[in-house]
């Protein structure tokens, strides 16, 4: 049972930036995403990496402003955000996926974090 843990949300400015980690631990590698969810709307998908860390995929109103990586060794995955703006305030959530490919899409995805509240201020 793979458990996932996020961490570094928090209230900034807009313009301002933060990283997301996401702890995994119990599993072996698996294709990693990010998703959000904002009060009264679905949950989206963010940004999303391959098991190996070489091909990437992100959503229009992330790409330019944020950065999903991993460290395999430390069974992590970051999402670097800047530029950050009022409309990205949502509960971002980790998710993996038994896939070595780049996976976008919520069903895809077989565990999930708890999630780490991002407020943008304007």
């Known amino acids: 049972q793979v458990q996932l843990v996020e961490s570094g949300g928090g209230l900034v400015q807009a313009g301002g930036s933060l990283r997301l980690s996401c702890a995994a631990s119990?599993?072996?590698?698996?294709?990693m995403g990010w998703f959000r969810q904002a009060p009264g709307q679905e949950r989206e998908f963010v940004a999303a990496?391959?098991?190996?860390?070489?091909?990437?995929y992100y959503e229009d109103s992330a790409k330019g402003r944020f950065t999903i990586s991993r460290d395999n060794a430390k069974n992590t995955v970051y999402l670097q955000m800047n530029s950050l703006k009022p409309e990205d305030t949502a509960v971002y959530y980790c998710?993996?996926?038994?896939?070595?490919?780049?996976?976008?899409?919520?069903?895809?995805?077989?565990?999930w974090g708890q999630g780490t509240q991002v407020t943008v201020s304007s």
């Open positions: 998710a993996a996926a038994q896939e070595g490919r780049v996976v976008s899409t919520a069903p895809e995805y077989d565990y």
């Open positions: 119990g599993g072996t590698l698996y294709a």
């Open positions: 990496i391959s098991w190996s860390g070489g091909s990437t």
